[in-house]
């Protein structure tokens, strides 16, 4: 597969709990104005906050769905109150706390 060049690469998986991030959170965001400048201007500043995860453009409800770490509930309400809230081009957010994963065994 890798002569083939079907795998990107390799990653490393934390344990986002023993590191003192005990929540995660997960973030359906519709922004209030739509256009390639928005766009873009919303991934730059949403990849820039460190306790963003992963940011990913979908079709849906939603443009985007933030994985969003944080040490407790206080601390994930500082980073939506002060860093996502005030993004460019944030409209609604909607957001749903990880309770619990489960990962699927397999090579994908």
Request: proline fraction near 4%; hydrophobic fraction near 45%.
């Amino acid at each position: 597969m890798q002569e083939a060049g079907a795998i990107k690469g390799r990653r490393l998986v934390l344990d986002h709990e023993r590191l003192g991030f005990g929540v995660t959170v997960f973030l359906g965001v519709k922004l209030a104005t739509k256009g390639r400048v928005s766009l873009e201007d919303f991934e730059r500043a949403v990849t820039a906050i460190p306790e963003v995860q992963t940011v990913e453009h979908i079709l849906g409800l939603y443009d985007y769905r933030l994985r969003v770490v944080a040490r407790d509930i206080s601390d994930f309400e500082r980073v939506l109150r002060r860093r996502i809230m005030t993004l460019p081009g944030v409209g609604d957010v909607e957001a749903n706390v990880l309770l619990s994963e489960e990962r699927r065994p397999g090579p994908l």
